[in-house]
């Protein structure tokens, strides 16, 4: 008889006192015994009652692992901003078993969901949970990316070492797997401490997947490459409210309406693993859990996850449920979809997708220089066209945000910085998010480095499209991560910024702000990608990689008050400037705008800035506008000294900003006796007022 708890022994060969040699249970001495006095023909009907007693409760963790920063510490943030649809799309699954009893009568199932990026994943109490329980514990691995795997095999074997029984699946394994002839050796390893790795789709598997695990008839791999599930009506994602209530926006669902995209283009993985034949659900699937999660959860806003929704044969029928959704329902669901740049080309599609509630576009641009993008295999995306495209799906009040890669065969230093400026100003993106280009593995790229010998990082956990883990012939000595950090903050830099609000519509504005918050907030306080990032950085003392020490408390604290300090100020620094960026472009009106130019021009005297001149920046502006209203010296006192009463009436934060400088600059000098102290407690009061103006409506807004 193998152990019940899948250490793969068979303990008729075990001496009872020492239990099961592999995982030192106690729990198993009890287990030989029986088998000791019961050698040959165990009862059956003993079998089953002690089989049903100890294998009353199923737990089913369901584990998305996280990365390890630099310092070999888990990343995790107090609150998280995108929720995994990976998670959501097993739970569901589960769900849908569960309700049709799939697993069976006898189970007592309780499925646990743990996102290492929000939460702690309690590896001790996991392991001991199918100790003492008298439970079978199971742990899925889920949604494991490559830059992941590196933490998830850690998980990985910590489980499998407490004798669990453990299963891994994602884009890593996936993507891996599809195009290589031979299983890697860190998978092996895997496979060889008796993980179970699962390649490919589950949809229409996973029921029986959990059965083999149940039983303890589970094979070293699953390969489902090849048959990939028809999505039409198969369960959708599950959302759950405790978890949502993780990320800093709680009505944020995810959906993935399809998968699959026909292009082929090099650095992509996932033509290798869900293929480039379209699959999708339907529609009234779809208008059904929307329905759901509005009435049960709240939610409002959806990430659908589809690589290229425009590919989706069924967006049209989506789009008119939606449609009839908000108009007839008054549900008021919006959304953000992934596209291609084609997508502006199909008749209806933007129109329709505004009118279905999309708000927001990410588009799949990579690169603004035609050589770069042929030899990405991109062929669908035409330079000369991108202007078009933005337009097309401005004009309809949907913002459009582009992914771009720096690290192109045909890219230096200075064709980045030629590129980001035509970016910047003639292609006009309201946002943009850049990405290292990394062969990961399952994309054309990653085989055809391998094939030619060419040195790839060795270290999965790099792999996050933000540390160089190639060879560049141009962008040499960090200079390659250096360009990556600076395109961030010359397209995040406040001009941009402020340009992107002003020609922007209303409707998005807020969209638009929030979105900036979160992304200078992560590239600026927390140096991470802002879709690998969330807000607050949390760490564990002892969660720390192999081969990293375990600091001493003293040394840790200390270390960690400090970083505490600086991020803290970080965050300080990015929330004034977000402050500016706010003054300077909540009013609508063109003549207001001038007013905030006219203040510009004041800038050099920001800190002995009188009534008077506020007055005049009005007056000088008024010559051009010769309707606006012109405050009078009162208001325009009380909006400098007191921004609460007439909040309307500030339009920048320029002269406080002048006087902090001014104070820390004669302090650094050791000018104390020059520092005006007089003036402290009112200016502070001052800014005190105006960040509880510009945090009581971000907070509206969130
Ligand atoms: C939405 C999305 C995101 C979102 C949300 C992520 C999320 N987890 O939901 C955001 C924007 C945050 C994001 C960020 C990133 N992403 Co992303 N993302 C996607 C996208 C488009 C959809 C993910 C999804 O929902 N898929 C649907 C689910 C259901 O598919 P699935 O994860 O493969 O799971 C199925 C099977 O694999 C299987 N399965 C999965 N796990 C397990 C476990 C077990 C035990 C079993 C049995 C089965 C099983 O069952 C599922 C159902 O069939 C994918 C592309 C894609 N088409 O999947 C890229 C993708 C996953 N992302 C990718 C990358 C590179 C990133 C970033 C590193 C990029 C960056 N620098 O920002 C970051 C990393 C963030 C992080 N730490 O997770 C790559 C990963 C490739 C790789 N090998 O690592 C992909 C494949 C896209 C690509 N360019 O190739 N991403
Ligand atoms: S268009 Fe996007 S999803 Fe499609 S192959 Fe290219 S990178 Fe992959």
Redesign the pocket.
């Known amino acids: 008889m193998l152990c019940g708890k899948d250490c793969g022994k068979d303990h008729r060969k075990v001496p009872a006192v020492l239990g099961c040699p592999r995982l030192n249970l106690p729990h198993l001495m009890f287990y030989d015994r029986i088998n000791a006095a019961f050698p040959q023909n165990r009862p059956q009907v003993f079998q089953t009652a002690f089989a049903r007693c100890r294998m009353n409760r199923l737990n089913l963790y369901l584990i998305k692992p996280s990365q390890y920063d630099d310092d070999g510490y888990v990343v995790r943030h107090w609150r998280g901003v995108l929720p995994s649809n990976t998670l959501a799309c097993l739970a569901g699954l589960t769900e849908d078993l569960l309700e049709q009893k799939r697993l069976g009568d006898s189970w007592d199932v309780k499925v646990h969901l743990f996102d290492e990026t929000v939460d702690k994943v309690p590896v001790k109490r996991i392991c001991r949970s199918q100790r003492w329980n008298r439970a079978k514990s199971i742990v899925c691995l889920v949604g494991v990316q490559t830059n992941q795997f590196p933490r998830a095999s850690d998980l990985a074997h910590a489980f499998r070492r407490a004798g669990l029984t453990v299963l891994i699946g994602g884009f890593h394994v996936s993507g891996y797997l599809a195009l290589l002839p031979d299983i890697p050796q860190d998978i092996q390893k895997l496979m060889d401490a008796g993980v179970t790795v699962v390649k490919g789709e589950v949809e229409e598997t996973w029921g029986d997947l959990l059965l083999d695990a149940i039983h303890g008839r589970l094979k070293p791999m699953y390969d489902f490459l090849n048959s990939k599930p028809d999505l039409y009506t198969k369960p959708i994602p599950a959302i759950r409210k405790e978890y949502l209530r993780k990320f800093a926006a709680s009505n944020f669902g995810t959906l993935d309406c399809g998968r699959g ?5 090099t ?5 290798n693993v869900q293929g ?1 034949k379209m699959r999708f659900r339907s529609a009234d699937y779809i208008a059904e859990s929307i329905r759901r999660n509005y009435r049960e959860n709240g939610i409002t806003f959806y990430f659908f996850t589809d ?2 929704f425009a ?1 989706n044969k069924n967006w049209e029928a989506i789009f008119d449920a939606l449609i009839k959704i908000r108009t007839e329902e008054k549900i008021p669901v919006e959304f953000m979809m ?1 596209v ?1 740049v084609l997508s502006w080309k199909i008749k209806n599609f933007v129109t329709k997708a505004r009118q279905a509630g999309c708000i927001n576009v990410f588009i ?1 641009m ?1 690169s603004v220089d035609p050589g770069n993008l042929a030899a990405a ?2 062929k ?1 995306n035409q330079v000369s066209e991108y202007r078009q495209l933005i337009q097309a799906y401005r004009d309809s009040d949907i913002s459009c945000h582009v992914g771009y890669i720096i690290g192109f065969p045909f890219d230096t230093v200075n064709s980045i910085r030629r590129d980001l400026k035509f970016l910047i100003e003639e292609v006009r993106p309201d946002h943009a998010s850049f990405f290292i280009l990394m062969p990961l593995p399952g994309s054309m790229d990653h085989l055809h480095m391998l094939h030619r010998g060419e040195w790839m990082h060795p270290d999965f956990n790099l792999y996050d499209s933000q540390h160089e883990v190639t060879r560049h012939p141009y962008l040499k000595d960090g200079s390659w991560k250096e360009t990556y950090f600076e395109a961030w903050r010359t397209f995040y830099s406040l001009e941009n910024m402020k340009e992107i609000l002003r020609r922007g519509s209303r409707v998005n504005y807020w969209n638009n702000f929030l979105r900036f918050l979160w992304y200078k907030n992560s590239i600026q306080t927390e140096g991470r990608h802002p879709m690998m990032c969330g807000y607050f950085r949390l760490k564990g003392r002892t969660s720390r990689r192999p081969g990293f020490p375990i600091v001493p408390r003293w040394e840790y604290y200390t270390g960690r008050a400090r970083e505490i300090y600086a991020h803290l100020r970080g965050m300080v620094h990015v929330l004034a400037e977000m402050e500016e960026l706010w003054l300077q472009t909540r009013h609508p009106t063109e003549a207001e705008q001038r007013v905030v130019e006219e203040l510009a021009k004041l800038r050099g005297k920001y800190d002995q800035l009188k009534v008077a001149d506020l007055q005049s920046a009005f007056l000088r502006a008024k010559e051009h506008f010769p309707s606006l209203h012109v405050p009078s010296k009162v208001q325009l006192f009380w909006a400098k000294w007191s921004p609460l009463l007439v909040q309307n009436k500030v339009y920048t934060r320029a002269d406080l900003h002048a006087f902090w400088t001014n104070i820390r600059q004669r302090w650094d000098d050791r000018h104390w006796f020059r520092i005006p102290l007089h003036k402290v407690p009112l200016n502070l009061l001052r800014d005190l007022q105006l960040s509880a103006l510009f945090l009581f409506h971000v907070s509206r807004e969130l």
């Open positions: 995209c026909p292009f082929e283009c650095f992509c993985t996932i033509i480039r690589d290229n590919r992934q291609d799949g990579e295999g991109k669908q």
